[in-house]
Nanobody, 124 residues
Framework: VQLQASGGGLVQAGGSLRLSCAAS????????MTWFRQAPGKEREFVAT????????DYAASVKGRFTISRDNAKNTVYLQMNSLKPEDTAVYYC??????????????????WGQGTQVTVSS
């Protein structure tokens, strides 16, 4: 299984970015997909998750209303649209999935496969 995250960058506060995560080596449409992030000196934290069908999503309170997770099962890709970005959103963002995820799962320890991460930096 390979997960390739992209789309990070430097943006001013209030701006937007869209992250993508392309998956291979798995039957993508069977898997819940999740975004985590990790800021320097902090633990990895849950951001958002989406059910295999795309019919259900769950968000951390800190991003709800600003971020939107979506997926395209035909393209084996999950997205994270991030609007109204804040400096505290600065982190490395990771996509993840697992073989036995009971949706919705916010615990990083439940996930088997991780992308390499993409850096998001929000300047004030």
């Amino acid at each position: 299984v390979q997960l390739q995250a992209s789309g990070g960058g430097l943006v001013q506060a209030g701006g937007s970015l869209r992250l993508s995560c392309a998956a291979s080596g798995l039957r993508f449409s069977n898997y819940a997909m999740t975004w985590f992030r990790q800021a320097p000196g902090k633990e990895r934290e849950f951001v958002a998750t989406i059910k295999w069908s795309g019919g259900s999503t769950d968000y951390a309170a800190s991003v709800k209303g600003r971020f939107t997770i979506s997926r395209d099962n035909a393209k084996n890709t999950v997205y994270l649209q991030m609007n109204s970005l804040k400096p505290e959103d600065t982190a490395v963002y990771y996509c993840a999935t697992g073989d036995y995820i009971r949706y919705p799962s916010r615990a990083a320890s439940n996930y088997d496969y991780w992308g390499q991460g993409t850096q998001v930096t929000v300047s004030s």
